[in-house]
């Protein structure tokens, strides 16, 4: 089994930056495609970005191109998410996942394995 846990959410202000890290556990953790998702309040989770296995392979969704990287680690079993230019519309509370695959899926199908999730507040 692969745990999960996120870390780096806090309250910034239109403009500001956040780097959200997900440490994982588990020895299978470099073999799994890696990805963010986020949920605002009162709508449904949705993906945000995801990196294959050997970081050979990322993609995000249209609204946070240019602006957020997602990374990972493996020596260190950790996944990042490098936010910056935030916007109100980026609030939301963000999950790191756990593929069960080595390339690349933006659908939570695929996602077996997911953190508790860490707020992300941006103000206007």
Known sequence: QVQLVESGGGLVQTGGSLRLSCAASGRTFSGRSMGWF???PGKERTFVAVISWNSSNTSYTDSVKGRYTISRDNAKNTLYLQMNSLKPEDTAVYYCAASSLSGITMLQR???Y?????QVTVSS
């Open 38 to 40: 986020r949920q605002a």
């Open 110 to 112: 695929n996602y077996p």
């Open 114 to 118: 997911w953190g508790q999730g860490t």
